[in-house]
């Protein structure tokens, strides 16, 4: 360290005198001494002595007597004003010492070998927190600065022994243990101790601690409140009383410059930026603003070829509560508002217009602040003025008729409670005495907590609603009996028409077998030669057309009774046997035609169905596989067991080489008199009916038929009726 602080000249001499004030007083207390020993000389040698030593005493005695008195005062007054002096100096150190300890500096001084002689209470306070200075005095000072700025202390230092009595400023960090690190600035200087003449370093501080957080904190308030000035949505200027730009935020730039094509500068007139048609209206409210008077409203404005609309803000700046020192102009682009507001307001007379053509009126009531609101049409419905006190009409429900009046009152409080909506049609009399129909409806809505915040309704005038429905009624009441009447005829004309069909075919029955009867005998008469060929030819159409004809009758008569309700099916356990049966009559007539039929059938299968009528259908499924079937093919009937959730079915399936039916066959192959594309192979005839019977018998007994099939690849039908096995 004494490189760092070179040792300059020490001297021991003694403190100052007027700290030690023993030597004064004995110097006054010598002189009486003297004195007193004198006189006492004097008695004696008077008594004892010669008289001329007596005398020679006596003179000398009263020399010093009339000298050492004068002396003996001057030496007490010295004494008196060491003491006033004392004293004197004293308080002058009392006072330094407090002032100093009461100034908020910290004040230091150092030895030239950096260890501190003094000290004061502020320093302790924060650095030492100890009261006592003697603790710290002799240490060293550095050990109070944190390392990292031991180099700028150890320079600052020199520099002052370089320069004495020239102060030297530096900043630097002291760990405190109270309050962390603090920063300070000191400021040092190099001066020579007047009493004992050694060279000591004065230091005086200032804490820049608090001071440099608050800037700091003033920095990121000011970065702060600059990203939220600069991300505003309002273009924002702040001008002084010349009209010059002080500053100004992001979007006031950009807005400038996509008018005006030129940047912002502070300190430049407000004028420069404004757009010529709008400037002296702003320029003239800034001046109102100076004078105190804000500006608030809006207004639109051409942007870049359209029309947008700003709010304008125009507000004074004061500086203590009183002097206007600035105006802050903000604009803010409300376009996207404004155009929500017209299109709301459009809505509103949209559905105010709506409701009155509808005569529909709705109402929303506010659950916490018990408040009713009516839209226009339920003031036109009751026939009352539209300033109208809701809440002196809402509660009690005085313009339902007195009938429905608790109905309406029963709901809304059920909706109230519970949350229940309504759906009422009631009676209603107006302000105006006027008798209606109307259907009141309500909701409510819950919150987050589940409770119920709103209802909401409609009131809806359905008088002429009401008046129709009547008349409907009553038109309705006269349709009916007309009806009645017309069903009774038509049940009579029906029944007629099955009796006409009823003799119908049993009189064709006889005719058409006389003429196959005659057909045959013609026929036995004709065995041989070349007439007999030509005979049997004609004799067999005949019998053909005959055959034919019975069908249709039958198929008719089928077709009559199933929708008239006679035909009844007795659903009993059928052996499946009854396929092999229908498959082997048709092996004759499927060998004159080339056609293979095959069986094949599972042993021991026993549906739930009626025997004739299940009979019909296996007759009318194998006949049409023959029909449609061209010469030299195959028809395939099988007859299986299939389960499907638990339940047991019998499967039976016809399927030919036929021409295959198109999609739209498919849709109409179990319709009336259908009419499909494939036709009979062998000229047989087809009335279109058989496959409508099939449909009809098997849906009543609760089975089902389809046909699955494609163009040129054949058809298959299918039935399924329920397995009488368990």
Partial sequence: MTKIF?????????????????????????????????????????????PEIALFNTLSTIIFVVLGVPLTLIFFRVFRLNQSMHLSVQAQKTYLQSMLDVSGLYVVRTDVQGNYTYVNRTFLEAFVCEED??????????????????????????????????????????????????????????????????????????DLTERIRNEEMLHIREAHLRTVVDNSPQAIWLIDQDLRVLTFNKLTQESVYRALQKEIVVGESIASYLMPDR????????????????????????VEGQERWFQYSIKPVYADGERVVAVLMAALDITIAKRSEIIIYKQNQLLDTTGAIARIGGWEFDVAHRQMRWTKEIYRIYDVPDDTDLSTVTGEFQFFHPEHRPIIQAASQQLLTTGEPFDLELKLITATDKHLWVRAAGRCVRGRSGSIEQLYGILQDITVMKEA???????????????????????????????????????????????RSGAEMIESMFTTGYEAERVHRFTGMMMNACDAMVDIIANILDVNRIESGLVSV???????????????????RATQKGIILHLHASQRLTARADKQALRQILDNLVSNAVKYSPQ???????????????????????????????????????????????????????????????????????????????????????????????
């Fill in 133 to 206: 200075r003697t603790s710290i005095i002799g240490t060293f000072s550095l050990k109070f600065v944190i390392p990292e700025d031991h180099d700028v202390a150890i320079k600052a230092v020199e520099q002052c022994f370089a320069e004495p009595e020239i102060p030297i400023r530096v900043t630097l960090r002291k760990p405190s243990l109270r309050f962390g690190i603090l920063t300070t600035t000191w400021e040092f200087i190099a001066i020579r101790n007047t009493y004992h003449g050694d060279m000591e370093i004065q230091c005086t501080g200032i």
């Fill in 570 to 588: 007795d659903i009993q356990p059928v052996d499946m046997e009854i396929v092999t049966s229908v498959v082997e009559e048709y092996q004759a």
């Fill in 279 to 302: 400037a002296a209206k702003f320029i003239e409210e800034i001046r109102q603003a100076f004078s105190g008077v804000a500006v608030d409203y809006e207004a639109p404005a051409m």
């Fill in 6 to 50: 070179p040792s300059l000249r020490s001297n021991s001499s003694t403190e100052f005198r007027t700290e030690h004030p023993m030597f004064f007083r004995f110097a006054f207390a010598a002189p009486l001494f003297l004195l007193a020993f004198g006189l006492v000389r004097s008695i004696v040698f008077w008594r004892y002595a010669s």
């Fill in 469 to 515: 429905q009547e008349e409907i009624l009553q038109l309705n009441k006269v349709l009916e009996h007309r009806v009645e009447e017309r069903t009774k005829q038509l049940v009579e004309l029906n029944r007629e028409k099955d009796e006409f069909l009823g003799i119908a075919a049993h009189d064709l029955k006889n005719p058409l077998a006389g003429i």
């Fill in 632 to 726: 030299w093919k195959q028809v395939w009937v099988r007859c299986l067991s299939r389960t499907e959730s638990g339940k047991k079915y019998v499967r039976v399936e016809v399927q030919d080489e036929g021409p295959g039916l198109t999609a739209d066959d498919q849709r109409h192959v179990f319709g009336k008199f259908a009419r499909l594309s494939a036709l009979p192979t062998g000229g047989e005839n087809s009335t279109g009916l058989g496959l409508s019977i099939v449909k009809r018998l098997v849906e009543l007994q609760e089975g089902r038929v389809w046909c699955e099939s494609e163009p040129g690849k054949g058809a298959t039908f299918i039935l399924e009726l329920q397995s009488a096995e368990a």
